[in-house]
């Protein structure tokens, strides 16, 4: 479920998610589908974890869900979980979470390209759907994903982190009052040595935090524009570049690779 620090920065996080997270938790059993960050830390926060030496790393607000089941399509994940939280129900079969009448709500840390699948199956089921981040990868799925929640009245919340991060809601605040004059470039490197995924590239594994905080700011942007180069795997970029042009001529650009040592 990550290092130290990130299960810190999830503890922050997630102790200041507001109501359409809360509305899940007060009305739902959960199940977890994936052993992403997130699906991990909203199953350390479920009353069989509590007992558990790694458990109790969140707050009450989490402890109002009940994990009820929690699956994977990694064997070895699933081992590895099952050894250390015995009392927790696992299992690689999605159907029965989806068709378990007693999960109100699932939370969703799979690879980027399932999440349109797996959210469309879950809504399609009447849950609600915490799932991370990024939605989906094209904008007609989102659309589709979206429309989908409405007409099942189903609660559909991504895993914008940073929206929720202390530091960036104070300098969203600050930006707001005025207190650090006009805003008139915006600029965001996130460089590190990390996971070299082949299932997604550099800019949906990374850029989508900083492109919602770059939205909270300044807004929607009029024109964009990215490019990116792919060194260790054919076709799957490892770093990019995307420009951002917002109105009244405030500019932006966000860089973005895991090559950085």
Request: glycine residues 8%; positive net charge.
């Amino acid at each position: 479920v990550g290092s130290p620090a990130k299960r810190r920065l999830c503890t922050v996080v997630l102790e200041t998610l507001g109501r359409p997270i809360m509305k899940i938790l007060r009305r739902s059993v959960l199940g977890a589908l994936g052993f992403g960050l997130l699906a991990g830390s909203f199953a350390l926060s479920s009353p069989a974890y509590a007992q558990q030496p790694q458990g109790g790393i969140l707050s009450d607000v989490l402890k109002r869900g009940v994990l009820r089941i929690a699956c994977d399509a990694n064997p070895a994940a699933l081992a590895k979980h099952r050894a250390a939280y015995p009392s927790v129900p696992f299992t690689n079969d999605i159907d029965a979470v989806l068709h378990d009448p007693a999960v109100r709500a699932v939370a969703i840390a799979t690879p980027a390209t399932t999440h349109t699948e797996l959210v469309r199956r879950s809504l399609a089921a009447r849950k609600d759907v915490f799932v991370e981040k990024p939605l989906a990868l094209t904008v007609a799925d989102g659309e589709e994903i979206v429309r989908l929640a409405t007409a099942r009245g189903c609660v559909l919340m991504v895993g914008h982190l940073l929206q929720y991060h202390p530091a960036v809601v104070a300098l969203t605040d600050l930006i707001r009052r005025g207190s650090l004059g006009v805003i008139r470039y915006c600029a965001s490197n996130r460089l590190n040595i990390g996971k070299l995924r082949v299932e997604e590239n550099i800019w949906w594994s990374f850029a989508p935090h900083d492109v919602s905080t770059m939205l909270s700011i300044l807004g929607d942007p009029v024109a964009v524009e990215a490019f990116g180069g792919s060194y260790v795997s054919r076709g799957v970029f490892d770093t990019t570049i995307t420009a951002l042009a917002f109105p009244n001529g405030v500019k932006g650009h966000i860089y973005v690779s895991w090559l950085h040592p």
